[in-house]
């Protein structure tokens, strides 16, 4: 895997204070899983070519929502949805996207 870079944030007499970017009392330097919203292992800064679980258009999974049986994902184009500005019709084009892919 190549490098992982981390923010440092540094004090006024050059020592470092923490690694990474303070949120609420946590740092944050981990991916967020798009599924269950649970912090996965997978820096921010690891490029998206080197991550494990990361799902091109949908974002970074944790190990166990990429490795499940519940994982059914399907890509939608997003011209389809900026062309179908209709909630309900373009509900109705994903489910019919869904349905394709199970044949």
Not at 19 to 41: A, L, N, P, R, S
Not at 57 to 75: F, M, V
Request: net charge negative.
């Amino acid at each position: 895997m190549g490098e992982q870079h981390v923010p440092l944030n540094i004090d006024e007499n050059g020592l470092v204070t923490s690694v990474g970017k303070k949120q609420k009392d946590k740092f944050d330097i981990y991916e967020t899983c798009v599924m269950c919203g649970e912090e996965t292992t997978t820096l921010k800064t690891t490029h998206v070519d080197f991550r494990y679980g990361y799902v091109e258009g949908a974002g970074q999974l944790c190990r166990q929502c990429y490795l499940g049986e519940d994982r059914n994902l399907i890509t939608i184009n997003s011209r389809m949805i900026l062309d179908t500005p209709n909630d309900m019709e373009l509900g109705k084009k994903v489910r019919e996207i869904y349905w394709e892919s199970k044949k």
